[in-house]
């Protein structure tokens, strides 16, 4: 059984269509609108998620509250986040929270599977 994907980011038609390019590319994949919802969404997951595929910037709780939170857990600790930003700091973001990797928004479809697919934990 391959893990499943985690995708946060606030923005809904964006999310969604991470989601479905990722399912095509193969993944089961599963989406949070901000960092507290990823943090539940984690909590009900039977299957730790391979990746997390994570925009900085939300409402209610940003990327790195969330992957400090994240952190803090065991069972967490050791799940890749692969920032995904619009921000032009998205590589030093990335360094400071302990990430395995960035892409800066907006990403093409070829690049955001490859580099799921390079981190993505078996």
Known sequence: MSR???VVDDDADLR???EEVL???G????GASNGKHALEVLGAMPLQPGLVL??????????????????????WRDIPILVFSASANARQVAEEIGACGH????VDVDTLVEAVRKHMRA
């Not at 994570?54 to 065991?74: E, N």
């Open 103 to 106: 892409l800066r928004k907006p």
């Open 16 to 18: 969604e269509a991470l």
């Open 4 to 6: 499943p994907l985690l």
């Open 23 to 25: 399912r095509d590319a």
């Open 54 to 75: 994570l925009d900085m910037m939300m409402p209610v709780m940003d990327g790195g509250g969330f992957a400090r939170a994240m952190r803090q857990m065991p069972q």
């Open 27 to 30: 993944y089961e994949v599963l």
